[in-house]
């Protein structure tokens, strides 16, 4: 293995590197870079997501760039808008200690007129979105004419996305010297195409699965009885608010009623099995790959199409019979340099499962307790704090800060702050409020774990003092699939709900709006009648009406609800 020393790269580079924490280049680092600071071929890089391809290409194009000249050298096309910011921005750092440099994004789904301004001087290199990228080189925005690299990142991800025309008009464009390289995960029939038209000289690097990728995975398990097994997913999910993850189950039925319960709750997951079309299938992966979907419930066979190996979590929901699937599971986790998590959840059932792979892997398991609700709402508390702190202020939102400040002049910083982790956490800590503890332990069978009982935060919870009607026991505490993020608010709630049952007498109180979901309590004797409604009235119709506890659900559509585009950007942030 190579030092980054002996790269070739500058010493502002190596500077950098150094100050991000890489330690040593990744495989695909130290033959690409090298190769192209070296010579001027063009290239074919075959690597997976979470191999270092960022690094790759952008650690020579940044040596290779003059930055005397007023031109742009280098063009990135990538697939997404978030896959274009995170290459900038990690270009950006790279380039810390090289003077002068200008690095502008431009991509789809953003006012056209911001993009416009940052182009107002040349930069050196563009990171962009085919059809944006036509789009601005038709207003005469971009000059293509002194383009000396061109970078196609996951390329069969960008001709998936239906980018070929746009592609083919690129090549067309850029000088016939330019350089061209070329990554994907997988070399479909128009990548070939495309190799053979517009480029030539070219190298081909092939980055093969890290075989030793076990080495950096932890593997754990989660000991529950056999009725427990859905709830602690759920926990283990609410316990990693930025999981991306595969959830194997054995059967299609079982990834069926998996992911249905999950998306029904709420999470960002879809289903993978045999039973989809070719065209299902693709969605879901492609939805996968680029990160729109966190959770993925998938069999084996299904997920075996799937070139994604960069997950932070690989979950069992059934562990499989033999130890060599094993392997191929949870050597989907690791990133470069990063430690993945592979976790079984056990029943005592399969007591015996977990020491035949640890013999055959030659690693053993660690037992991981499962996370209490207390847990889960402390991390998602913190978790959001955290978002809070690490959030960039952009300047334009100050444009329409004025009436926000009028509107809450009266409130303390603390009580803000309060209102805030009540309105998007405050779902969790209803929901987990009289969570049991779902710990088994394996010798000590069934004896439940001492909770320390010093701590305030659990004693407040388990009061759940400001709750007011929903404790009231003639009251009822339901659930509905629509929130903030749909532009939810109380009074639209009260109005929905006369509509739909066309009776504007039902007292509805404690109304609570989170992101996704909103909450409030009808008196018992309402309940049933409130559920026919919702099942049945036109006005209800896709919505999905719940009790808290997630026992029940009435829903007058057959398909669920996905995650709206709100929700994808959300997650896409949280993914960072
Ligand atoms: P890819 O484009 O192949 O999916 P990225 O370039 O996004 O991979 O890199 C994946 C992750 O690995 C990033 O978080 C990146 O910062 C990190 N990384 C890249 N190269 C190295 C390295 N040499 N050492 C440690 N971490 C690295
Ligand atoms: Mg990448």
Redesign the pocket.
């Given at each position: 293995m190579k030092t980054f020393d002996e790269l070739g790269l500058t010493a502002a580079l190596l500077e950098s590197i150094r100050n991000i924490g890489f330690e040593s280049p990744s495989p695909i680092q130290e033959e690409v870079i090298p190769y192209l600071l070296q010579s001027d071929g063009d290239v074919i890089a075959l690597a997976q997501?979470g191999t270092g391809?960022?690094a790759a290409f952008g650690l020579p194009t940044l040596q290779l760039t003059d930055t005397g000249r007023n031109e742009t050298q280098t063009l990135v096309l990538?697939p997404t808008r978030e896959?274009c910011v995170?290459?900038a921005t990690e270009l950006g750092k790279y380039s810390a200690k090289m003077a002068e440099i200008r690095i502008v994004a431009v991509y789809g789904g953003e006012d056209i007129r911001k993009q416009l301004r940052a182009l107002d001087r040349t930069p050196h290199i563009i990171v962009a979105t085919p059809g944006r990228l036509m789009d601005l080189v038709r207003r005469g925005k971009i000059s293509l004419d002194a383009i000396r690299h061109l970078v196609l990142?996951?390329a069969d991800e960008m001709l998936n996305m239906g980018f070929l025309d746009d592609i083919t008009e690129i090549l067309d464009l850029l000088p016939a010297e330019r350089r061209t390289l070329l990554?994907s995960a997988t070399m479909p029939q128009e990548i070939a195409g495309i190799a053979r038209k517009y480029m030539r000289d070219i190298r081909e690097i092939t980055v093969g699965k890290r075989g030793e990728a076990a080495q950096n995975v932890e593997h754990l398990y989660m000991f529950t009885p056999r009725e427990s097994r859905f709830e602690v997913l759920k926990r283990l999910l609410d316990y990693n608010p930025d999981i991306y993850g595969i959830v194997f189950c054995r059967t299609r039925q079982e990834t069926k009623d998996v992911a249905e319960g999950l998306m029904t709750g709420g999470y960002n997951a879809d289903a993978l099995h045999g039973d989809l079309t070719q065209a299902q299938r693709d969605s879901v992966m492609n939805k996968f790959r680029i990160k729109h979907l966190q959770i993925l419930v998938a069999t084996d066979v299904a997920a075996r199409g799937l070139d994604v190996n960069n997950l932070t979590h690989v979950i069992h929901y059934q562990l499989p019979d033999d130890p060599e699937t094993y392997t191929h599971r949870s050597g989907r986790t690791g990133r470069v340099g990063k430690t993945g998590v592979s976790i079984a959840i056990i029943t005592p059932r399969q007591h015996n499962a977990i020491s035949k792979i640890e013999k055959c892997i030659h690693r053993e398991f660690r037992q991981l307790e499962i996370p209490t609700g207390e847990d889960i709402c402390r991390r998602q508390m913190l978790h959001l704090a955290m978002q809070i702190h690490e959030n960039q202020v952009n300047g334009e939102i100050e444009a329409w800060m004025g009436p926000v400040f009028k509107q809450l002049e009266e409130v303390s910083k603390e009580d803000l702050l309060r209102r805030i982790m009540q309105l998007e956490c405050g779902h969790f800590i209803d929901y987990y409020r009289e969570a049991d503890d779902l710990n088994l332990q394996f010798k000590k069978k069934d004896k439940p774990r001492q909770k320390s009982h010093e701590d305030e935060f659990a004693q407040t919870f388990k009061k759940g003092k400001h709750r007011g009607d929903a404790q009231h026991s003639d009251f009822v505490r339901l659930k509905i699939d629509r929130g903030r993020n749909d532009r939810f608010e109380p009074r639209r709630l009260l109005g929905l709900i006369n509509d739909v049952t066309g009776d504007r007498s039902i007292i509805v109180g404690d109304i609570d709006i989170a992101p996704k979901f909103s909450f409030f309590s009808v008196p018992k004797h309402q309940v049933a009648r409130i559920y026919d409604a919702f099942a049945t009235s036109k006005k209800a119709k896709g919505i999905r009406l719940g009790d808290v506890k997630g026992d029940r659900a009435s829903t007058n559509n057959e398909k669920t609800r996905r995650a709206t585009s709100h929700e994808y950007k959300r997650k896409g942030k949280r993914n960072k």
């Open positions: 997501t391809k960022t990538s896959l995170q290459i990142d996951e990554f």
